[in-house]
């Protein structure tokens, strides 16, 4: 059963920037895409980006378009989210998530694996 084990996170100033990373514990046809979501009490699951193994495409979301970047490590199966310019409104758990090729890459069902989720907390 595939596995992810997430580290990073933490409190930050707004503007200041933290780094998150994801290690997947094996690589199939259910891994295909890496993504970042992230969540605040009472709001629903938020897609944050997506990146591919195969052709290593990437997605942001509007919201952290410029700001964050997502990478992968083929041979240490490991993808990272750099969050620089940090805002409040990022305040939230992050989550990594894995799944199969979709187009719906945005949507939290894609995906079949979750990790354990890592608080970013950034104070105005």
């Known amino acids: 059963q595939v596995q992810l084990v997430e580290s990073g996170g933490g409190l930050v100033q707004a503007g200041g920037s933290l780094s998150l990373s994801c290690a997947v514990s094996?690589?199939?046809?259910?891994?295909?895409?890496m993504g970042w979501f992230r969540q605040t009490p009472g709001k629903e699951r938020e897609f944050v980006a997506r990146?591919?193994?195969?052709?290593?495409?990437?997605n942001y979301a509007d919201s952290v378009k410029g700001r964050f970047t997502i990478s992968s490590d083929s041979a240490k199966n490991t993808i990272s989210l750099q969050m620089n310019s940090l805002k409040p409104e990022d305040t939230a758990v992050y989550y990594c998530?894995?799944?199969?090729?979709?187009?719906?890459?945005?949507?939290?069902?894609?995906?079949?694996?979750w990790g354990q989720g890592t608080q970013v907390t950034v104070s105005s």
């Open positions: 998530a894995t799944g199969p090729y979709s187009p719906f890459y945005f949507t939290p069902r894609t995906y079949k694996t």
């Open positions: 094996e690589r199939n046809s259910n891994t295909y895409s």
């Open positions: 990146i591919t193994w195969n052709n290593n495409e990437i």
